[in-house]
Nanobody, 130 residues
Framework: QVQLVESGGGSVQAGGSLRLACAAS??????????MGWFRQPQGKEREGVAV???????AYPESVQGRFTIDRDNSKATLYLQMDSLKPEDTAMYYC??????????????????????WGQGTQVTVAS
């Protein structure tokens, strides 16, 4: 059974940094069709992708976090990370790790829409105070 377990959330002042981790167990792949990503869901809003990475390391970010968030993975530890810098109050949300086999990723990068991902962690809360 595939499991994703997030950690590293917490409270921080605006302008601060946090590093989230997602430990995968049961299955892990470095195939370019295997996508992993970070998504967030502010209270009362839709879940949105903030960083995704292909098994071979190709990344993609939405404009809202470009230059502030960095996704990377340690294949030896089967762990995904999200480094978040210059945090803003609007980054406050529950952050989720996700994974899935997505053939369309071969065309360039993994998608950031949540519907393509089939495996999800339980989430970790990030709160940014102004």
């Amino acid at each position: 059974q595939v499991q994703l377990v997030e950690s590293g959330g917490g409270s921080v002042q605006a302008g601060g940094s946090l590093r989230l981790a997602c430990a995968a167990s049961g299955y892990y792949s470095t195939s370019p069709r295997y996508c992993m990503g970070w998504f967030r869901q502010p209270q009362g809003k839709e879940r949105e992708g903030v960083a995704v990475i292909r098994g071979d390391g190709i990344t993609a970010y939405p404009e809202s976090v470009q230059g502030r968030f960095t996704i990377d993975r340690d294949n030896s530890k089967a762990t995904l990370y999200l480094q978040m810098d210059s945090l803003k109050p609007e980054d406050t949300a529950m952050y989720y790790c996700a994974a899935g086999w997505i053939s369309s990723a071969l065309g360039g990068s993994c998608p950031t829409n949540r519907e393509k991902y089939t495996i999800w962690g339980q989430g970790t809360q990030v709160t940014v105070a102004s």
